[in-house]
């Protein structure tokens, strides 16, 4: 097993990574931004001014991330016992807000424009900053979500799947623009604006209930459940008659784990510890970041076998 220095390491090299991945993404956004903002103004194209208004709640979206990480790398203290992993789940909800506000801002923009009409300049242009920032987009994402996966970052994989988004919706705002140069007709901008509102409202609920599950302390993955059940069953012939009061949940990228295990009454205090330490091992070596907890409780007639039940 690691020692102690060597786990304080890994997760110091792990919160690190996370950091400069949401730098990443906030230089990107502003950069964007600005690109989008002064191409729309010209063009008076209603749908590369929402673009710039997603991509604006993209970077306080980044800005919450990078600020999430960091406070979510803090030890456990005398006020947070459990360590301060959630926050990065608290950011999650937060920046599926931010997306949801301005998806409905796009959609009031683009009936104003509906009924009011618009005229839209440099319209090359306008499709070219669209093809930039689908590009632009592709590659930070891509950055992102290998980190996210491998850290177990919901921050940093609510950050990518923003920038996943604005790839499909910068695509259909250049398929907008494109579709007014063929034909003439300005309506096709709105319209293709809304349709990337529905979109963006779509990806904040999909992010607001992945983390709302994680605030709720939802238990583990059925599969993850799995690999606790089949360990514990493996120290069977160690004198464990069962187990029961098995609770999960998550926070962050930790896993929260304890069970009862009722053992054989010959045991001395030392084997059962001995037992408890081994299951507490085989468990946190299957299952990435688990803090588990086992609790030893002798045998009684009540509960004869236990193998079966949570």
Same mark, same amino acid.
């Given at each position: 097993?690691?020692?102690?220095?060597?786990?304080?390491?890994?997760?110091?090299?792990?919160? *690190? @990574?996370?950091?400069? *991945?949401? =730098?990443?993404?906030?230089?990107?956004n502003?950069?964007?931004?600005?690109f989008?903002?002064?191409? &729309? !103004?010209?063009? %008076?194209?209603?749908?590369?001014?929402?673009?710039?208004?997603?991509?604006?709640?993209?970077?306080?979206?980044?800005?919450?991330?990078?600020?999430?990480?960091?406070?979510?790398?803090?030890?456990?203290?005398?006020?947070?016992?459990?360590?301060?992993?959630?926050?990065?789940?608290?950011?999650?909800?937060?920046?599926?807000m931010?997306?949801?506000?301005?998806?409905?801002?796009?959609?009031?923009?683009?009936?104003?424009?509906?009924?009011? &009409?618009?005229?839209?300049?440099?319209? =090359?242009?306008?499709?070219?900053?669209? &093809?930039?920032?689908?590009?632009?987009?592709? %590659?930070?994402?891509?950055?992102?979500?290998?980190?996210?996966?491998?850290?177990?970052?919901?921050?940093?994989?609510?950050?990518?799947?923003?920038?996943? @988004?604005?790839?499909y919706?910068?695509?259909?705002?250049?398929?907008?623009?494109?579709?007014?140069?063929?034909?003439?007709?300005?309506?096709?901008?709105p319209?293709?604006?809304?349709?990337? *509102?529905?979109?963006?409202?779509?990806?904040?609920?999909?992010?607001?209930?992945?983390?709302?599950?994680?605030?709720?302390?939802?238990?583990?993955?059925?599969?993850? !459940?799995?690999?606790?059940?089949?360990?514990?069953?493996?120290?069977?012939?160690?004198?464990?008659?069962?187990?029961?009061?098995?609770?999960?949940?998550?926070?962050?990228?930790?896993?929260?784990?304890?069970?009862?295990?009722t053992?054989?009454?010959?045991?001395?205090? &030392?084997?059962?510890?001995?037992?408890?330490?081994?299951?507490?091992?085989?468990?946190?070596?299957?299952?990435?970041?688990?803090?588990?907890?086992?609790?030893?409780?002798?045998?009684?007639?009540?509960?004869?076998?236990?193998?079966e039940?949570?």
């Open positions: 097993m690691p020692t102690d220095e060597t786990e304080r390491q890994r997760v110091a090299a792990v919160n *690190a @990574t996370k950091a400069r *991945a949401a =730098w990443a993404s906030i230089v990107s502003s950069v964007l931004i600005a989008k903002l002064v191409v &729309g !103004l010209l063009s %008076g194209s209603i749908g590369i001014i929402s673009e710039a208004v997603h991509s604006s709640s993209d970077l306080i979206a980044a800005v919450i991330a990078f600020y999430s990480v960091r406070e979510a790398a803090k030890p456990a203290d005398l006020k947070h016992r459990y360590g301060h992993e959630k926050v990065e789940n608290v950011s999650g909800v937060a920046e599926g931010l997306i949801f506000l301005a998806a409905v801002v796009i959609i009031y923009e683009a009936v104003q424009k509906l009924m009011h &009409g618009l005229h839209i300049d440099h319209l =090359w242009l306008a499709i070219g900053v669209m &093809g930039v920032s689908a590009a632009a987009n592709i %590659g930070v994402s891509q950055f992102l979500y290998p980190i996210a996966r491998k850290t177990e970052s919901a921050a940093l994989e609510a950050d990518a799947a923003h920038l996943r @988004t604005d790839v919706t910068s695509l259909g705002v250049a398929a907008g623009l494109i579709l007014v140069r063929l034909t003439g007709k300005t309506f096709f901008d319209v293709l604006a809304i349709v990337i *509102a529905l979109v963006i409202i779509h990806t904040a609920y999909k992010l607001m209930s992945a983390s709302t599950r994680v605030l709720l302390d939802e238990a583990l993955p059925d599969d993850e !459940l799995a690999v606790i059940r089949e360990t514990v069953r493996e120290h069977k012939g160690d004198l464990i008659v069962g187990y029961h009061q098995l609770r999960t949940r998550q926070a962050g990228s930790k896993r929260h784990i304890d069970l009862h295990i053992v054989d009454d010959d045991l001395t205090i &030392g084997q059962a510890h001995d037992i408890a330490e081994h299951i507490i091992a085989d468990i946190q070596r299957r299952i990435p970041n688990a803090q588990v907890l086992v609790h030893v409780e002798p045998r009684s007639e009540e509960r004869d076998d236990e193998f039940r949570d």
